[in-house]
């Protein structure tokens, strides 16, 4: 049975996030908001989203997000809001720009290269395994020689 309830707790913990005083009277105000929480990160827990933690920054975080959104600030202009006190690391997806750029060329850019790598690995072993087998010498060619005639 405590299993059972700290499972229920484990899984709905993230639906108590969000106060419902803290909700906009407009749906799609609302909606808004909850998306743009999903996209912070919440800097006191740092793996949660604002949407799900419980601490008092992402309470603070969700107040400001829905103020912002209620004054009529864009998506944009939130993160940037965000950004712009925090850092990049706010974002749960960081933007590909600025100094961020090599970290999303990183993976791809070492993948080439290993293929590269592999390539000319695989390539390079297999004529040094042709060149080695034609080659006898005077003394093997006339041993063999000797043989087949036998």
């Known amino acids: ?66 103020e912002l959104v209620a004054g009529g600030a864009s998506d944009e202009a939130v993160m940037d809001f965000f950004v712009a006190r925090y850092g990049e690391f706010v974002l749960m997806s960081p933007r590909a720009s600025g100094s961020t750029w090599m970290l999303w060329a990183a993976g791809p850019a070492m993948l080439l290269l290993a293929m590269g790598l592999g390539y000319g690995y695989l390539r390079g072993r297999s004529r040094s395994v042709a060149s080695q087998e034609g080659a006898l010498t005077e003394a093997e060619q006339r041993r063999l020689q000797e043989i087949l005639k036998e």
């Not at 709905?12 to 996030?17: D, R």
């Not at 407009?26 to 949407?51: N, Y």
């Open 1 to 66: 049975m405590k299993r059972l309830a700290l499972a229920l707790t484990l899984i709905a913990g993230p639906l108590w996030a969000l106060d419902p005083s803290e909700m906009l009277e407009d749906p799609a105000l609302e909606a808004r908001a909850r998306a743009l929480d999903h996209d912070l990160r919440c800097v006191v827990c740092q793996s949660e989203s604002v949407a799900s933690s419980n601490a008092n920054w992402a309470q603070d975080a969700r107040r400001t997000v829905r």
